[in-house]
């Protein structure tokens, strides 16, 4: 995988996904929800779509919770159609346009799916 961006500031926030716990050098997830992306964290941006500013932040927090539920921290049903609708909430909060929020969202629920799945070896 490429990496666009790296993460220089810590970002926490209230996601939503309560009752886990996890931690790694780069992401944890408290059983109150909140959750703190570290520095150094990498992601790659909007996939698919054109990066913007009002992407930046709904693209890392969309791709930290789906790299949780690959590594089984939390499962993708119900939690996958969640993480699609926090993108859609921190875009409309990032000033991100109607008609590009709705269109981001409606591509995450569309082929998101694979995206979300732990791998099977």
């Known amino acids: 995988l490429k990496y666009k961006y790296m993460v220089l500031d810590e970002v926490k926030l209230q996601c939503g996904i309560l009752g886990y716990k996890y931690s790694n050098e780069y992401l944890s997830l408290e059983a109150d929800g909140v959750l703190t992306i570290s520095y150094g964290y990498r ?23 789906y790299q949780l539920m690959r590594e089984g921290v939390f499962p993708a049903s119900p939690y996958r159609k969640h993480a699609d609708w926090l993108l859609y909430v921190i875009a409309k909060e990032s000033g991100m346009w109607f008609g590009r929020r709705a269109w981001v969202w409606g591509v995450v629920r569309l082929l998101g799916g694979n995206a979300a799945a732990v791998p099977k070896y």
């Open 43 to 65: 992601w790659d941006g909007a996939t698919g779509a054109l990066d913007t500013s009002t992407f930046t932040l709904p693209s890392l927090v969309h791709d930290a919770l």
